[in-house]
């Protein structure tokens, strides 16, 4: 069996979700996909494109990022936007939880990001002024402190080996190497809201052969202390928006690490 991987699909905006029409979804009946995170914070959209994956591939996975935990204009949290989130999932037919595909276990990890990742002190607070989360998110007070840990926790009962290769997946950012140094950065407070290194503890802990990440829109695909890190982030202009992570049939040898669609 092939696993693919995406992220940061934001079919929210118009060219986004038209480019997604016109890929070539054709092919994949037998092949399972990843989507760390970010398709749009709006629950109508987020399921129409969670559908149209859902009928092209035989497995789909998700993990919400921070657009799909807006709150914009409710009384809700972000906690209650996260649990509808979940419902939808599973009204699409969208994993959510640990499953074996093939020959392999893939396995979703919740996630927030924290400061602390910062781990250089280099991250520009000033820069935060305009950052949406600090005004679409609406964390309850038992979680407003460290939302982080509140999703790595829900992550515990999964963090453990597995009878197979293991394929691990977030939206946030879960290693400092994987972040530019900020004079290489438009964005110059990335760091500050980026990700955790706890979620690689938690990869550790799995044993994780690949893990798939989002958020930044830095493409990435390289191999830290024996995990293969990859983030495919969605473009398009790409004619072939899918990558693939893992084949049973050459089990990530060198062809596989291709684009393919």
């Not at 276990?105 to 924290?114: E, I, M, N, Q, R």
């Not at 935060?128 to 402190?145: H, I, K, N, Q, T």
């Not at 049973?248 to 684009?259: F, G, T």
Request: negative net charge; proline residues 6%.
């Amino acid at each position: 069996m092939r696993v693919f991987a995406i992220s940061d699909l934001h079919t929210d905006f118009r060219e986004n979700r038209e480019a997604l029409a016109r890929a070539p979804l054709a092919g994949h009946g037998d092949d399972a996909l990843i989507v760390a995170g970010d398709i749009a914070d709006s629950e109508a959209v987020l399921r129409d494109t969670l559908e149209l994956l859902a009928s092209r591939f035989r497995e789909v996975f998700f993990v919400p990022g921070n657009h799909e935990l807006w709150v914009r204009g409710e009384e809700r949290s972000s906690v209650d936007k996260f649990q509808a989130v979940l419902r939808i999932c599973g009204q699409a037919g969208v994993r959510t939880a640990p499953a074996r595909v093939g020959g392999a276990w893939v396995v979703p990890l919740l996630a927030w990001y924290h400061p602390s990742f910062d781990v250089r002190g280099e991250g520009a607070e000033d820069e935060l002024e305009g950052w949406s989360d600090r005004y679409f998110c609406r964390w309850p007070a038992e979680v407003m402190d460290r939302p982080d840990r509140f999703f790595l926790a829900r992550n515990e009962p999964h963090v453990h080996g597995y009878d197979a290769p293991v394929i691990t997946f977030s939206h946030f950012v879960p290693r400092t190497e994987l972040v530019p140094r900020v004079r290489w950065l438009r964005f110059k407070g990335l760091p500050l809201v980026a990700g955790t290194t706890e979620i690689d503890e938690q990869i550790r802990r799995i044993g994780a052969r690949v893990h798939v990440f989002g958020h930044t829109h830095i493409a990435a695909d390289r191999e830290i202390a024996g995990v293969r890190y990859v983030q495919n982030y969605f473009r398009p202009t790409a004619d072939k928006p899918f990558q693939l992570v893992w084949d049973d049939a050459d089990a990530l040898s060198e062809p596989a690490r291709q684009l393919f669609c």
